[in-house]
């Protein structure tokens, strides 16, 4: 009888070992379950040699991280996925989730966005990231969001100039030159204030438009001019820095709105660093796209500003008077100056 029973107690030992064994495997597999991981798909039009590009990449590879890769970016450079006007309806529809675009595709919502990207606005690079690291602007940039995306930050891109066929060194050089701009009307005015005539255009056809004549030139930064070859049409690139235009970074109002808490802080706080980072990022490639431009012929010519500073004040008093938020962003813009 005892032989029986303890034969009983070694069976059910082994029965129970056995089932802390499996209940031990389920935990082992609940644990080492992969979690699911969602794609941002997010609408660029440069290209993937960009600065802002590389910024990105870095967002994605520290948001994967960080929220143990249940987020991901999935960028499209190079306008795969239509231009900036294309990618803001992509956003705003919920097809993509991010996108990075001009302000003055935003400034189409809403008219007070041309405050933050008129010319002669920020004295240097130093002074816009103080702005764009602030919160100064997010009574503004929080204001689209009935148009169902919302702005998270902005990006430096530099300082833009004028490049054409000449040296342009004093507005009465511009006469009868046209030169693209972005889509907007306050880009427009300022060209047509420095002396010459603005033309919206979009930016992949900038090129062509140079080298058949349509325009004569374009204003842009060191980084696009050489990343996408326009030294060739227009070689002559003068300083005359009169705008810092913020490129903003957009999300689908919807999607951030019901992003898990806690994920979602992570994500804003990395949006922040990737602000910071992308400065970095950008001064960095200044130099070396101003070689690679000079090996191909382009020249850059320094000029004296002050011309074109002076025929811009009625613009910047036009829009910064607008209304209540634009007066009071231009302010606090100007006060992080000092």
Sequence with gaps: MK????????????????????????EENVAAKP??????????????KHPQYKALEKFSEELEKE????????ISPNELLGDQRAAT???????????????????????????????????NMEHQKKVFTSDVLKPIFKSVAPNGFEVLG???AGGRCLYTDKPMTKPEDLKGYKF?????????????YMGGIGTPMAQGEVYTAIQQGVIEGGENNEVTYADLKHYEVAPYFSYTNHLMVPDLIIINEDFYQNMDGDKRAIFDRLVKETIENEFQVWNENVEKSKKL???????????????????IKPLQEDVANRNEMTKKIYDDVRALAD
């Design 3 to 26: 032989k029986i029973l303890m034969i009983g107690a070694i069976a059910l030992l082994g029965v129970l070992g056995g089932c802390g064994k499996e209940t031990e495997k389920k």
């Design 35 to 48: 979690v699911e991981t969602q794609v941002l798909k997010v609408a660029f039009n440069q290209s993937d």
């Design 67 to 74: 929220t143990n890769g249940a987020y991901k970016l999935e």
């Design 89 to 123: 309806e992509l956003v705003q529809n919920g097809v993509i989730q991010m996108a990075v675009v001009g302000n003055p595709v935003v400034e189409s919502f809403n008219q007070d966005f041309a405050v933050i990207g008129l010319p002669y606005l920020y004295d």
């Design 154 to 156: 902005a990006f430096t």
């Design 180 to 192: 693209r701009v972005m889509q907007s009307d306050t880009m427009k005015k300022m060209i047509d």
């Design 293 to 311: 431009a000079m090996d191909n012929g382009a020249q850059f010519i320094e000029i004296d500003i002050k011309p074109f500073q002076e025929r």
